[in-house]
């Protein structure tokens, strides 16, 4: 099993900066790939920005060149800086650990971005 505690979401105009963090904790040796999806109301899923173990990142089109995802492996936690945010980035941002056990996902925290 793995726990996920995300925080950092909030409230920010259009053009700013928010930094997301995932804490995990648990069976983490598991884990090959962990990363960030987000859903608006009334859409799909979809994925962000993902990490895997060896280092290499992908990014949604939609966000390249404003979102980095990066890892601290001493504290387990993988990072979200969102940076020139557009109200189209809002939506519940839901953290991902995966691996040979399973996938597991935060709780969500909420991004609005306000014009």
């Known amino acids: 099993q793995v726990q996920l505690v995300e925080s950092g979401g909030g409230l920010v105009q259009a053009g700013g900066s928010l930094r997301l963090s995932c804490a995990a904790s648990?069976?983490?040796?598991?884990?090959?790939?962990m990363g960030w999806y987000r859903q608006a109301p009334g859409k799909q899923r979809e994925m962000v920005a993902l990490?895997?173990?060896?280092?290499?990142?992908n990014y949604a089109d939609s966000v390249k060149g404003r979102f980095t995802v990066s890892r601290d492996n001493a504290k387990n936690t993988v990072y979200l800086q969102m940076n020139s945010l557009k109200p189209e980035d809002t939506g519940v941002y839901y953290c991902l650990y995966s691996g040979s056990v399973g996938a597991y996902w935060g709780q969500g925290t909420q991004v609005t971005v306000s014009l």
């Open positions: 990490i895997i173990r060896g280092g290499g990142t």
């Open positions: 648990g069976s983490i040796f598991s884990i090959n790939r």
